[in-house]
């Protein structure tokens, strides 16, 4: 079935890229596939795409989002918990909170190029800010929200306060954490393209904004479709470590 | 015989003159009270009543969980506090579903300072007290209603307390479940010899299980009947037991008492 629409979602665009006639407005399949093999190897002495190879730049890419939202979503579990347990603290930061949530991140991509310069500390600086709010509501929510029920009934066992956080409230919260985590990976994602906006190469944002530049449409295509396949790919295995790591989600 | 002075201070649970109110202002509702209850060591109390007659805040209030509005509560006493020296089951069996079954009762061990070696021994001794046999790996949501209830029971005494607090336990069971486990609860009270206070709303199971029967009136709760029940408590087949004349003429006086009590 998903084959099948595969195929015919590649028949359409080869039909458009023929009806298109101009290759730097729709490329056909087959040039973005050339371009996958040409950016995969080194070719006439030039090496890959402004001398790296597509899955390098791919994988800085990845290495840039992986160390951002690590930062974000530990920095974000740390504001979840402190503003689902102490109310004043709430009260006061969750609009802060709420406030860097609503803003694009390219907005404050300027900022930290002011503060931090071109290189990899802003764009790290921008993903661990974009991937912090999603943590930070849901690990709050969760933690607020704890049973009462089953909190009683740790208390009723002789558990101490930290006892009840650490084998009632925390698991408790883990299904929600986890769908923020999923939630601030997939912004980190799309976020990885602003911040290689600016000295972005090697970077897969930054393959496809110099490529836009020299209008060629071909290595655009192809840098889309890798970072939707490998985004794809790394919600995937977000999904499989869910369940290994949370098998009670759904159920009580 | 203790004399009266003796039960005050001995009994495992103490109640003297206790009231209980929710709400402020003129929203005041009184729950229960005034009451006065002792129950003796190794006794078996069943509480029984409508439901709204405050009979589960009186077993919150000897649990620790509230505060009388006046009057004292003492269990072993001492003002009651939870985790302390009386384990207590729910209606539901709250479970903890991140933990396996035996891990469920490893927790309440670990809570209780039982050492490492000796809970990984007393977890599968617990379960089977409570008739549970190779469910120690399983998850808590694969096992059923009146399984997860047993589980419920068998973390309850991990602490080894020398007090017991049900609060409608078996309320949510179905019929022949329910059977099963007041027959099984009666004999795991009688091998750990610990004092019970059991709620409930059904006479049936207020006979079959208690040694007392105290029957309250709807709110505010107060005694409406303080019944021994002076059946054998060991020797007699369930079947045996519900067969004898006795048990019949004691449910048809506990059946009126509540009925009369519901008003």
């Known amino acids: 079935m998903r084959v099948l629409a595969g195929a015919a979602l590649l028949g359409l665009w080869q039909l458009a890229a023929a009806a298109a006639a101009n290759a730097s407005f729709i490329p056909s399949p087959g040039a ?26 791919l994988g800085i890419s990845l290495r840039r989002i992986l160390i951002g939202s690590a930062i974000g979503v530990a920095g974000g579990l740390v504001v979840g918990v402190v503003l689902g347990t102490v109310p004043w603290i709430r009260v006061v930061a969750e609009p802060v909170v709420t406030f860097v949530r609503a803003l694009p991140p390219l907005a404050y991509f300027s900022l930290l190029i002011i503060w931090f310069g071109i290189d990899e500390t802003p764009k790290l600086w921008l993903l661990a800010i974009a991937a912090l709010p999603p943590v930070a509501v849901a690990t709050a929510a969760a933690v607020h929200g704890a049973p009462s029920h089953l909190v009683e009934a740790a208390r009723a066992l002789g558990a101490s306060r930290r006892d009840v956080i650490r084998d009632v409230v925390l ?31 090697p970077g897969i944002g930054g393959m496809v904004r110099d490529a836009q530049r ?39 | ?42 006794s078996f109390l069943v509480i029984v009543g409508a439901s709204g007659c405050g009979k ?18 003492r269990t072993a006493g001492a003002a009651p506090i939870p985790g302390t020296g009386a384990g207590i089951v729910f209606q539901q069996p709250r479970l903890f ?3 396996s079954v035996g891990g469920n009762v490893e927790l309440a061990l670990r809570y209780a300072g039982v050492p490492r070696e000796e809970r990984a021994r007393r977890v599968p001794e617990l379960l089977e007290r409570v008739g549970l046999h190779d469910v120690a790996h399983r998850r808590t949501w694969q096992l059923s209603g009146g399984q997860q209830q047993r589980v419920a029971i068998a973390r309850a005494l991990a602490g080894d307390d020398p007090l017991l607090l049900l609060d409608e336990p078996f309320a949510a069971l179905d019929a022949l479940t329910r059977e099963r486990l007041q027959e099984d609860l009666r004999r795991v009270s009688e091998q750990t010899g610990r004092t019970s206070v059991f709620v409930t709303h059904s006479v049936e199971e207020a006979v079959f299980l208690g040694s007392r029967v105290v029957v309250l009136t709807s709110r505010p709760g107060q005694i409406a009947l303080d019944l021994a029940i002076p059946l054998p408590r060991t ?3 369930p079947d045996e037991l519900r067969a004898l004349p006795e048990y019949a003429a004691l449910r048809a006086t506990v059946s009126h008492a509540v009925r009369d009590a519901a008003g």
Request: proline share 5%; glycine share 12%; net charge negative.
């Open chain 2, 235 to 237: 020797g007699l087949e």
């Open chain 2, 56 to 73: 589960s805040t009186l077993l919150r209030l000897i649990a620790g969980f509230e505060w009388p509005s006046a009057g004292i509560v």
């Open chain 1, 171 to 201: 698991p408790n919260a883990l299904p929600e954490i986890f769908t923020g985590v999923r939630l601030a990976v997939g912004i980190a994602y799309s976020s990885v393209v602003a911040a290689e906006t600016v000295n972005g190469v």
């Open chain 2, 1 to 42: 015989m203790s004399s009266p002075l003796e039960i005050g201070t001995q009994a495992a649970v103490h109640v003297k003159d206790v009231v209980h109110v929710y709400g402020t202002g003129t929203d005041v509702v009184t729950a229960l009270g005034p009451i006065s209850l002792d129950v003796p060591r190794g």
């Open chain 2, 97 to 99: 579903p991140w933990k």
């Open chain 1, 214 to 252: 020299y209008l060629q449409t071909d290595v655009v295509v192809l840098g889309l479709l890798a970072i939707g396949l490998s985004g794809l790919l790394i919600d995937a295995l977000l999904r499989v470590t869910e369940k290994r790591l949370i098998p009670w989600r759904g159920r009580s």
């Open chain 1, 32 to 57: 973005v596939w050339e371009q996958f093999l040409r950016l995969s190897t080194t070719h006439d002495g030039i090496r890959g795409y402004s001398g790296s190879l597509l899955v390098e730049h």
